[in-house]
Protein backbone atom coordinates (compact mmCIF):
# COMPACT_ATOMS: atom_id res chain seq x y z
CA UNK A 1 0.00 0.00 0.00
CA UNK A 2 1.60 3.25 -0.79
CA UNK A 3 -1.11 5.54 0.36
CA UNK A 4 -2.60 4.22 3.51
CA UNK A 5 -6.18 5.91 3.99
CA UNK A 6 -7.20 7.90 6.47
CA UNK A 7 -10.07 10.41 7.70
CA UNK A 8 -8.89 14.00 8.11
CA UNK A 9 -10.98 16.29 10.28
CA UNK A 10 -11.75 18.83 8.20
CA UNK A 11 -14.49 20.65 10.01
CA UNK A 12 -14.00 24.18 9.94
CA UNK A 13 -10.71 24.55 8.85
CA UNK A 14 -9.62 25.69 5.26
CA UNK A 15 -9.61 23.86 1.99
CA UNK A 16 -8.06 25.93 -0.90
CA UNK A 17 -8.47 24.97 -4.64
CA UNK A 18 -6.78 27.00 -7.28
CA UNK A 19 -8.57 26.13 -10.87
CA UNK A 20 -11.77 27.63 -11.80
CA UNK A 21 -12.94 24.92 -14.95
CA UNK A 22 -13.78 21.55 -14.83
CA UNK A 23 -11.11 19.69 -12.89
CA UNK A 24 -11.93 22.38 -10.57
CA UNK A 25 -15.71 21.61 -10.40
CA UNK A 26 -15.60 17.85 -10.55
CA UNK A 27 -13.70 18.45 -7.07
CA UNK A 28 -15.41 21.18 -5.75
CA UNK A 29 -18.69 19.26 -5.70
CA UNK A 30 -16.98 16.10 -3.47
CA UNK A 31 -15.48 19.03 -1.37
CA UNK A 32 -19.15 20.29 -0.35
CA UNK A 33 -19.89 17.16 1.16
CA UNK A 34 -16.92 18.21 3.78
CA UNK A 35 -18.09 20.72 6.27
CA UNK A 36 -14.87 22.78 5.71
CA UNK A 37 -14.37 26.33 4.53
CA UNK A 38 -13.83 26.25 0.79
CA UNK A 39 -11.61 28.72 -0.70
CA UNK A 40 -11.32 28.94 -4.55
CA UNK A 41 -8.44 31.10 -6.62
CA UNK A 42 -9.23 31.64 -10.02
CA UNK A 43 -8.96 34.83 -12.86
CA UNK A 44 -11.76 33.44 -14.89
CA UNK A 45 -14.42 31.33 -12.60
CA UNK A 46 -16.86 28.92 -14.36
CA UNK A 47 -20.55 30.24 -13.79
CA UNK A 48 -20.93 27.14 -11.29
CA UNK A 49 -18.56 28.65 -8.98
CA UNK A 50 -19.74 32.19 -9.22
CA UNK A 51 -23.01 30.82 -8.03
CA UNK A 52 -22.03 28.92 -4.72
CA UNK A 53 -19.48 32.05 -4.43
CA UNK A 54 -23.26 33.93 -4.34
CA UNK A 55 -24.96 31.18 -2.37
CA UNK A 56 -22.20 31.55 0.48
CA UNK A 57 -21.07 27.36 -0.21
CA UNK A 58 -17.31 28.92 -1.29
CA UNK A 59 -14.57 31.75 -1.19
CA UNK A 60 -14.03 33.17 -4.38
CA UNK A 61 -11.03 35.39 -5.08
CA UNK A 62 -10.74 36.32 -9.08
CA UNK A 63 -7.03 36.52 -9.35
CA UNK A 64 -4.08 33.92 -9.47
CA UNK A 65 -2.65 32.63 -6.25
CA UNK A 66 0.28 34.23 -4.39
CA UNK A 67 2.37 33.15 -1.74
CA UNK A 68 0.37 33.18 1.96
CA UNK A 69 -3.04 32.34 0.42
CA UNK A 70 -2.47 28.91 1.96
CA UNK A 71 -1.65 29.76 5.42
CA UNK A 72 -3.34 27.49 7.62
CA UNK A 73 -5.18 25.34 5.41
CA UNK A 74 -5.39 21.40 5.48
CA UNK A 75 -5.89 21.02 2.00
CA UNK A 76 -4.60 22.13 -1.24
CA UNK A 77 -6.00 21.18 -4.72
CA UNK A 78 -3.97 22.23 -7.66
CA UNK A 79 -6.59 22.16 -9.96
CA UNK A 80 -5.73 24.69 -13.19
CA UNK A 81 -5.05 21.95 -15.34
CA UNK A 82 -2.17 23.50 -16.83
CA UNK A 83 0.96 21.75 -15.44
CA UNK A 84 3.38 24.95 -15.01
CA UNK A 85 0.73 26.66 -13.23
CA UNK A 86 -0.02 23.61 -10.91
CA UNK A 87 3.52 23.63 -10.10
CA UNK A 88 3.43 27.26 -8.90
CA UNK A 89 1.07 26.70 -6.93
CA UNK A 90 1.82 24.19 -5.56
CA UNK A 91 5.55 24.77 -4.12
CA UNK A 92 3.02 27.80 -2.40
CA UNK A 93 1.00 25.38 -0.69
CA UNK A 94 3.48 23.11 0.30
CA UNK A 95 5.70 26.16 1.68
CA UNK A 96 2.70 27.17 3.34
CA UNK A 97 2.64 23.63 4.90
CA UNK A 98 -0.95 22.20 3.28
CA UNK A 99 -0.73 18.71 2.22
CA UNK A 100 -0.89 19.32 -1.86
CA UNK A 101 -2.96 17.35 -4.43
CA UNK A 102 -2.18 18.02 -7.98
CA UNK A 103 -5.75 17.15 -10.30
CA UNK A 104 -4.29 14.09 -12.54
CA UNK A 105 -0.68 14.52 -11.10
CA UNK A 106 0.02 11.22 -9.18
CA UNK A 107 3.71 11.73 -8.86
CA UNK A 108 3.92 15.15 -6.97
CA UNK A 109 0.56 14.90 -5.09
CA UNK A 110 1.12 14.16 -1.19
CA UNK A 111 -2.57 12.73 -1.06
CA UNK A 112 -5.28 11.37 -3.31
CA UNK A 113 -8.94 11.89 -3.07
CA UNK A 114 -11.00 8.35 -3.11
CA UNK A 115 -14.10 7.73 -4.70
CA UNK A 116 -16.88 8.05 -1.94
CA UNK A 117 -19.90 6.36 -1.01
CA UNK A 118 -21.78 8.98 1.59
CA UNK A 119 -24.06 7.64 4.27
CA UNK A 120 -22.67 10.30 6.68
CA UNK A 121 -21.40 9.53 9.23
CA UNK A 122 -21.35 6.33 7.60
CA UNK A 123 -18.08 6.98 4.63
CA UNK A 124 -16.88 4.16 2.21
CA UNK A 125 -13.81 5.71 0.67
CA UNK A 126 -12.25 3.52 -2.39
CA UNK A 127 -9.05 3.99 -3.87
CA UNK A 128 -6.97 2.47 -6.54
CA UNK A 129 -3.94 4.08 -6.28
CA UNK A 130 -4.57 5.50 -9.35
CA UNK A 131 -4.32 2.30 -10.91
CA UNK A 132 -8.02 1.95 -12.12
CA UNK A 133 -10.22 5.01 -12.41
CA UNK A 134 -13.24 2.55 -13.63
CA UNK A 135 -12.48 -0.24 -11.34
CA UNK A 136 -12.92 2.53 -8.17
CA UNK A 137 -16.21 3.68 -9.95
CA UNK A 138 -17.80 0.42 -10.96
CA UNK A 139 -16.98 -0.26 -6.89
CA UNK A 140 -18.79 2.86 -5.62
CA UNK A 141 -21.58 1.85 -7.96
CA UNK A 142 -21.57 -1.66 -6.16
CA UNK A 143 -21.66 -0.61 -2.97
CA UNK A 144 -24.35 2.41 -3.55
CA UNK A 145 -26.54 -0.22 -4.45
CA UNK A 146 -25.78 -2.66 -1.53
CA UNK A 147 -25.72 0.24 1.16
CA UNK A 148 -29.16 1.23 2.04
CA UNK A 149 -30.04 4.96 2.07
CA UNK A 150 -31.15 4.70 5.60
CA UNK A 151 -27.87 3.20 7.09
CA UNK A 152 -26.40 6.83 7.76
CA UNK A 153 -30.11 7.68 9.73
CA UNK A 154 -29.32 4.67 11.58
CA UNK A 155 -25.79 4.98 12.48
CA UNK A 156 -26.51 8.71 13.68
CA UNK A 157 -29.21 7.72 15.96
CA UNK A 158 -27.40 5.16 16.87
CA UNK A 159 -24.03 7.38 17.95
CA UNK A 160 -26.83 9.78 19.82
CA UNK A 161 -27.60 6.86 21.82
CA UNK A 162 -24.05 5.09 22.41
CA UNK A 163 -23.97 6.51 25.91
CA UNK A 164 -26.97 4.81 27.15
CA UNK A 165 -25.59 1.64 25.72
CA UNK A 166 -22.18 1.99 28.44
CA UNK A 167 -25.29 -0.01 30.94
CA UNK A 168 -23.80 -2.78 28.97
CA UNK A 169 -20.82 -4.43 30.16
CA UNK A 170 -17.89 -3.87 27.55
CA UNK A 171 -17.48 -6.48 25.04
CA UNK A 172 -19.41 -9.07 23.29
CA UNK A 173 -22.99 -8.31 24.80
CA UNK A 174 -22.62 -4.34 23.79
CA UNK A 175 -21.79 -5.67 20.30
CA UNK A 176 -24.09 -8.39 19.90
CA UNK A 177 -26.41 -5.12 20.81
CA UNK A 178 -24.96 -3.56 18.02
CA UNK A 179 -25.15 -5.78 15.47
CA UNK A 180 -29.09 -6.89 16.34
CA UNK A 181 -29.61 -2.51 15.69
CA UNK A 182 -28.00 -2.44 12.30
CA UNK A 183 -28.73 -5.30 10.89
CA UNK A 184 -31.98 -6.27 11.90
CA UNK A 185 -34.05 -4.28 14.47
CA UNK A 186 -32.62 -0.85 13.18
CA UNK A 187 -33.25 -1.41 9.48
CA UNK A 188 -37.16 -3.02 10.23
CA UNK A 189 -37.79 -0.36 12.28
CA UNK A 190 -36.69 2.77 9.70
CA UNK A 191 -38.99 0.84 7.57
CA UNK A 192 -42.06 0.11 9.56
CA UNK A 193 -42.19 3.86 11.48
CA UNK A 194 -39.03 6.09 10.15
CA UNK A 195 -36.47 7.45 13.08
CA UNK A 196 -39.17 8.02 15.81
CA UNK A 197 -39.62 4.21 15.76
CA UNK A 198 -36.08 3.76 15.47
CA UNK A 199 -35.63 5.47 18.98
CA UNK A 200 -38.10 3.23 20.56
CA UNK A 201 -36.72 0.13 19.11
CA UNK A 202 -33.48 1.33 20.41
CA UNK A 203 -34.61 1.21 23.53
CA UNK A 204 -36.50 -1.83 24.01
CA UNK A 205 -33.57 -3.66 22.33
CA UNK A 206 -31.19 -1.50 25.16
CA UNK A 207 -34.15 -3.37 27.87
CA UNK A 208 -33.83 -6.88 26.45
CA UNK A 209 -30.16 -7.00 26.47
CA UNK A 210 -29.72 -5.75 29.96
CA UNK A 211 -31.60 -8.42 31.24
CA UNK A 212 -30.56 -10.83 28.69
CA UNK A 213 -28.30 -14.26 29.82
CA UNK A 214 -24.82 -14.31 28.06
CA UNK A 215 -25.03 -16.89 25.05
CA UNK A 216 -22.90 -20.31 25.74
CA UNK A 217 -19.65 -20.84 23.52
CA UNK A 218 -19.92 -22.66 20.95
CA UNK A 219 -17.08 -24.05 18.40
CA UNK A 220 -17.41 -24.10 14.51
CA UNK A 221 -15.03 -26.17 12.68
CA UNK A 222 -14.93 -24.84 9.19
CA UNK A 223 -13.19 -25.89 6.18
CA UNK A 224 -11.40 -22.84 4.92
CA UNK A 225 -10.86 -24.60 1.32
CA UNK A 226 -7.22 -24.53 -0.58
CA UNK A 227 -6.75 -20.72 -0.40
CA UNK A 228 -8.45 -18.86 -3.28
CA UNK A 229 -11.63 -16.74 -1.24
CA UNK A 230 -13.79 -17.45 -3.43
CA UNK A 231 -13.26 -21.64 -3.14
CA UNK A 232 -15.25 -20.58 1.05
CA UNK A 233 -18.62 -21.93 1.54
CA UNK A 234 -21.31 -19.08 1.92
CA UNK A 235 -21.31 -20.85 5.69
CA UNK A 236 -17.71 -20.15 6.21
CA UNK A 237 -17.86 -16.60 5.31
CA UNK A 238 -21.19 -16.37 7.77
CA UNK A 239 -19.09 -17.90 10.62
CA UNK A 240 -16.13 -16.15 10.05
CA UNK A 241 -18.21 -12.87 9.75
CA UNK A 242 -19.83 -13.82 13.52
CA UNK A 243 -17.04 -15.62 14.97
CA UNK A 244 -14.98 -14.31 17.98
CA UNK A 245 -11.93 -16.03 18.02
CA UNK A 246 -10.52 -17.43 14.62
CA UNK A 247 -7.78 -20.62 15.54
CA UNK A 248 -6.17 -21.13 12.05
CA UNK A 249 -3.51 -23.51 10.78
CA UNK A 250 -0.73 -22.32 8.55
CA UNK A 251 -2.63 -23.54 5.75
CA UNK A 252 -4.97 -20.62 5.80
CA UNK A 253 -3.72 -17.44 3.45
CA UNK A 254 -4.06 -14.05 4.48
CA UNK A 255 -6.74 -13.10 2.16
CA UNK A 256 -9.60 -15.43 3.91
CA UNK A 257 -8.44 -14.23 7.60
CA UNK A 258 -9.43 -10.57 6.33
CA UNK A 259 -12.85 -12.06 5.90
CA UNK A 260 -12.92 -12.51 9.47
CA UNK A 261 -15.59 -9.83 11.62
CA UNK A 262 -12.59 -7.26 12.27
CA UNK A 263 -13.05 -7.46 16.24
CA UNK A 264 -12.41 -11.11 16.25
CA UNK A 265 -9.36 -12.59 17.57
CA UNK A 266 -6.85 -14.38 15.33
CA UNK A 267 -4.91 -16.77 17.14
CA UNK A 268 -2.20 -18.93 14.77
CA UNK A 269 -1.87 -22.44 15.48
CA UNK A 270 -0.19 -23.22 12.50
CA UNK A 271 1.58 -26.51 12.46
CA UNK A 272 4.54 -26.79 10.31
CA UNK A 273 4.78 -30.51 9.04
CA UNK A 274 7.69 -31.71 10.88
CA UNK A 275 8.77 -28.62 12.99
CA UNK A 276 8.08 -27.10 16.15
CA UNK A 277 4.43 -25.69 16.67
CA UNK A 278 1.80 -25.72 19.01
CA UNK A 279 0.91 -29.04 20.47
CA UNK A 280 -2.59 -30.81 19.92
CA UNK A 281 -3.12 -30.84 23.57
CA UNK A 282 -2.50 -27.00 23.43
CA UNK A 283 -4.62 -26.10 20.85
CA UNK A 284 -7.69 -28.18 22.31
CA UNK A 285 -6.85 -25.86 25.63
CA UNK A 286 -6.92 -22.97 23.76
CA UNK A 287 -10.39 -23.72 21.77
CA UNK A 288 -11.69 -24.78 25.62
CA UNK A 289 -10.52 -21.84 27.01
CA UNK A 290 -12.28 -19.28 24.72
CA UNK A 291 -15.21 -21.10 24.27
CA UNK A 292 -15.45 -21.01 28.18
CA UNK A 293 -15.87 -17.49 28.26
CA UNK A 294 -18.96 -17.66 26.07
CA UNK A 295 -16.81 -16.89 22.51
CA UNK A 296 -17.82 -18.12 19.43
CA UNK A 297 -15.17 -19.98 18.24
CA UNK A 298 -13.96 -20.53 14.23
CA UNK A 299 -11.69 -23.58 14.28
CA UNK A 300 -10.53 -23.06 10.48
CA UNK A 301 -8.48 -25.56 8.70
CA UNK A 302 -7.48 -25.27 5.39
CA UNK A 303 -9.23 -27.52 2.85
CA UNK A 304 -11.84 -29.68 4.48
CA UNK A 305 -11.70 -30.24 8.44
CA UNK A 306 -12.48 -33.75 7.68
CA UNK A 307 -9.63 -34.58 5.68
CA UNK A 308 -6.10 -34.88 7.62
CA UNK A 309 -7.23 -32.32 9.67
CA UNK A 310 -6.86 -33.96 12.99
CA UNK A 311 -10.77 -33.22 13.72
CA UNK A 312 -11.37 -36.06 15.83
CA UNK A 313 -8.84 -35.19 18.38
CA UNK A 314 -10.41 -31.74 18.66
CA UNK A 315 -14.04 -32.68 18.54
CA UNK A 316 -13.22 -34.91 21.68
CA UNK A 317 -11.85 -32.50 23.73
CA UNK A 318 -14.69 -30.15 23.23
CA UNK A 319 -17.24 -32.71 23.74
CA UNK A 320 -15.65 -34.03 26.79
CA UNK A 321 -16.01 -30.23 28.01
CA UNK A 322 -19.63 -30.51 26.88
CA UNK A 323 -19.12 -27.45 24.39
CA UNK A 324 -21.73 -27.51 21.32
CA UNK A 325 -20.06 -27.97 18.15
CA UNK A 326 -20.81 -28.27 14.39
CA UNK A 327 -18.82 -29.11 11.13
CA UNK A 328 -18.89 -26.47 8.03
CA UNK A 329 -17.41 -28.66 5.25
CA UNK A 330 -14.73 -27.23 3.02
CA UNK A 331 -13.18 -27.66 -0.69
CA UNK A 332 -10.34 -30.44 0.19
CA UNK A 333 -6.82 -30.00 -1.73
CA UNK A 334 -7.46 -32.66 -4.01
CA UNK A 335 -10.73 -31.18 -5.43
CA UNK A 336 -8.89 -28.12 -6.13
CA UNK A 337 -6.04 -29.62 -7.03
CA UNK A 338 -7.81 -32.33 -9.95
CA UNK A 339 -9.82 -29.02 -11.45
CA UNK A 340 -6.72 -27.48 -11.60
CA UNK A 341 -5.57 -29.34 -14.18
CA UNK A 342 -8.57 -30.33 -16.23
CA UNK A 343 -9.37 -33.58 -15.06
CA UNK A 344 -11.74 -35.76 -12.74
CA UNK A 345 -10.93 -37.75 -9.65
CA UNK A 346 -13.10 -40.28 -10.89
CA UNK A 347 -13.95 -41.25 -14.79
CA UNK A 348 -15.75 -43.61 -16.52
CA UNK A 349 -14.17 -46.26 -18.23
CA UNK A 350 -10.52 -45.23 -16.30
CA UNK A 351 -10.52 -45.42 -12.48
CA UNK A 352 -14.04 -46.11 -10.91
CA UNK A 353 -12.26 -44.97 -7.30
CA UNK A 354 -10.00 -42.88 -5.94
CA UNK A 355 -8.34 -42.98 -2.67
CA UNK A 356 -7.05 -40.28 -0.31
CA UNK A 357 -3.64 -41.30 1.54
CA UNK A 358 -1.25 -39.32 3.42
CA UNK A 359 2.15 -39.29 2.92
CA UNK A 360 3.21 -39.62 6.54
CA UNK A 361 1.11 -40.07 9.39
CA UNK A 362 2.27 -40.01 13.47
CA UNK A 363 5.37 -42.67 12.94
CA UNK A 364 6.59 -41.31 9.58
CA UNK A 365 6.11 -42.33 6.29
CA UNK A 366 2.93 -43.89 6.10
CA UNK A 367 2.18 -47.30 5.36
CA UNK A 368 -0.44 -48.42 2.78
CA UNK A 369 -1.55 -51.13 0.39
CA UNK A 370 0.98 -50.86 -2.18
CA UNK A 371 0.06 -54.16 -3.74
CA UNK A 372 -3.31 -52.82 -5.24
CA UNK A 373 -2.34 -49.89 -5.55
CA UNK A 374 0.54 -50.39 -7.73
CA UNK A 375 -2.28 -52.49 -10.02
CA UNK A 376 -2.91 -50.70 -13.64
CA UNK A 377 -5.46 -47.76 -13.67
CA UNK A 378 -5.48 -46.79 -9.83
CA UNK A 379 -5.32 -43.39 -8.83
CA UNK A 380 -4.49 -41.52 -5.79
CA UNK A 381 -4.61 -37.96 -4.36
CA UNK A 382 -1.47 -38.45 -1.55
CA UNK A 383 -1.49 -35.26 0.95
CA UNK A 384 1.52 -34.44 2.22
CA UNK A 385 3.51 -36.57 -0.20
CA UNK A 386 6.22 -34.41 -0.52
CA UNK A 387 9.24 -35.69 1.33
CA UNK A 388 7.82 -39.15 1.22
CA UNK A 389 7.87 -39.16 -2.82
CA UNK A 390 11.02 -41.48 -2.73
CA UNK A 391 9.67 -43.88 -0.36
CA UNK A 392 6.59 -44.35 -2.00
CA UNK A 393 7.70 -44.34 -5.67
CA UNK A 394 10.28 -47.31 -4.22
CA UNK A 395 7.05 -48.83 -2.67
CA UNK A 396 5.20 -48.81 -5.58
CA UNK A 397 8.10 -49.49 -8.49
CA UNK A 398 8.90 -52.59 -5.62
CA UNK A 399 4.98 -53.99 -5.93
CA UNK A 400 4.79 -53.58 -9.89
CA UNK A 401 3.98 -50.75 -11.24
CA UNK A 402 4.66 -49.24 -14.04
CA UNK A 403 7.51 -46.72 -14.14
CA UNK A 404 5.80 -44.46 -16.75
CA UNK A 405 2.68 -44.05 -14.61
CA UNK A 406 1.63 -40.54 -14.82
CA UNK A 407 2.31 -38.38 -11.75
CA UNK A 408 1.29 -34.78 -11.32
CA UNK A 409 2.39 -32.57 -8.37
CA UNK A 410 0.34 -29.14 -7.85
CA UNK A 411 1.74 -26.72 -5.47
CA UNK A 412 -0.70 -24.49 -4.18
CA UNK A 413 -3.70 -25.20 -5.51
CA UNK A 414 -6.04 -22.59 -6.74
CA UNK A 415 -3.96 -20.08 -5.83
CA UNK A 416 -1.77 -17.52 -7.81
CA UNK A 417 1.34 -18.78 -7.04
CA UNK A 418 0.28 -22.29 -8.93
CA UNK A 419 2.57 -24.38 -10.19
CA UNK A 420 1.68 -28.26 -12.17
CA UNK A 421 4.08 -30.35 -12.23
CA UNK A 422 3.79 -32.77 -14.56
CA UNK A 423 6.06 -36.45 -13.88
CA UNK A 424 6.03 -40.05 -13.92
CA UNK A 425 6.62 -42.64 -11.22
CA UNK A 426 10.36 -43.10 -12.36
CA UNK A 427 11.32 -39.99 -12.40
CA UNK A 428 9.35 -38.39 -9.36
CA UNK A 429 11.90 -38.04 -6.73
CA UNK A 430 14.21 -36.25 -9.20
CA UNK A 431 12.00 -33.90 -10.64
CA UNK A 432 10.34 -32.59 -6.94
CA UNK A 433 14.22 -31.95 -5.83
CA UNK A 434 14.59 -29.83 -9.32
CA UNK A 435 11.32 -28.17 -9.32
CA UNK A 436 12.34 -26.89 -5.50
CA UNK A 437 8.75 -27.01 -4.24
CA UNK A 438 7.92 -24.72 -1.06
CA UNK A 439 4.30 -24.05 -0.81
CA UNK A 440 1.39 -27.35 0.29
CA UNK A 441 1.48 -29.28 -2.79
CA UNK A 442 -0.74 -32.18 -3.42
CA UNK A 443 0.69 -35.44 -5.77
CA UNK A 444 -1.52 -37.03 -7.57
CA UNK A 445 -0.54 -40.41 -8.93
CA UNK A 446 -1.99 -42.51 -11.86
CA UNK A 447 -3.52 -38.77 -13.46
CA UNK A 448 -1.94 -36.28 -15.78
CA UNK A 449 -2.93 -33.08 -16.40
CA UNK A 450 -5.63 -32.44 -19.30
CA UNK A 451 -5.06 -28.87 -19.56
CA UNK A 452 -1.71 -27.64 -21.22
CA UNK A 453 -0.26 -25.50 -17.92
CA UNK A 454 1.83 -28.53 -16.86
CA UNK A 455 5.70 -27.43 -16.24
CA UNK A 456 7.36 -30.26 -18.06
CA UNK A 457 10.58 -31.08 -16.04
CA UNK A 458 14.06 -31.71 -17.90
CA UNK A 459 13.62 -35.49 -17.34
CA UNK A 460 10.17 -35.20 -19.33
CA UNK A 461 11.10 -32.78 -22.19
CA UNK A 462 11.40 -35.17 -25.40
CA UNK A 463 8.32 -37.01 -24.33
CA UNK A 464 6.22 -33.15 -24.76
N1 LIG B 1 -7.55 -30.51 5.37
C1 LIG B 1 -6.72 -30.23 4.24
C2 LIG B 1 -5.48 -31.10 4.20
C3 LIG B 1 -4.56 -30.91 5.37
S1 LIG B 1 -3.09 -31.84 5.23
C4 LIG B 1 -7.52 -30.39 2.95
O1 LIG B 1 -8.64 -30.89 2.99
O2 LIG B 1 -7.04 -29.97 1.90
C5 LIG B 1 -2.00 -30.71 4.44
C6 LIG B 1 -1.73 -31.13 3.03
O3 LIG B 1 -2.83 -30.79 2.21
C7 LIG B 1 -0.53 -30.46 2.39
O4 LIG B 1 0.66 -31.08 2.76
C8 LIG B 1 -0.84 -30.65 0.93
O5 LIG B 1 -0.53 -31.97 0.52
C9 LIG B 1 -2.34 -30.53 0.89
N2 LIG B 1 -2.78 -29.16 0.53
C10 LIG B 1 -3.47 -28.30 1.29
N3 LIG B 1 -3.73 -27.16 0.62
C11 LIG B 1 -3.20 -27.32 -0.61
C12 LIG B 1 -3.13 -26.50 -1.77
N4 LIG B 1 -3.68 -25.27 -1.82
N5 LIG B 1 -2.49 -26.99 -2.87
C13 LIG B 1 -1.95 -28.22 -2.84
N6 LIG B 1 -1.98 -29.03 -1.78
C14 LIG B 1 -2.59 -28.59 -0.67
Known sequence: MKHF????????????????????????????????????????????????????????????????????????????????????????????????????????????????????????????????????????????????????????????????????????????????????????????????????????????????QDRDGHVAFVGAGPGDPELLTLKARKALDAADVVIHDRLVTPEILELARREATLINAGKEGFGPSMTQDEINALIIQHTATGAQVVRLKGGDPTVFGRLDEEIEAVEAAGIAWHIVPGITAASASVASIGQSLTQRGHNASARILTGHDMKGFADHDWQSLARPGEVAAIYMGKRAARFIQGRLIMHGAARNTPVTVIENASRPDQRVLATTLDTLAQDLDAADITGPALTFYGLRPRAAQAQIPQSQQELA
Not at 93 to 116: E, W
Not at 189 to 207: K, P, R
Request: proline residues 5%; glycine residues 8%.
Open 5 to 212: PIFLAVEGRRIVLSGGGEAALAKLRLLFKAEAQIIVFAPSPAPEITNWADEGRLTLHRRAMAPGDTAGAALFYAADEDDAEDARTAAIARADGALVNIVDNLGDSQFITPAIVDRDPVTVAIGTEGAAPVLARSIKADLEARLPATLGTLARLGKAFRKAVEVLPMGRRRRDFWADYYFNEGPRAMDEGGEEQVNGTLQTLLNKYETA
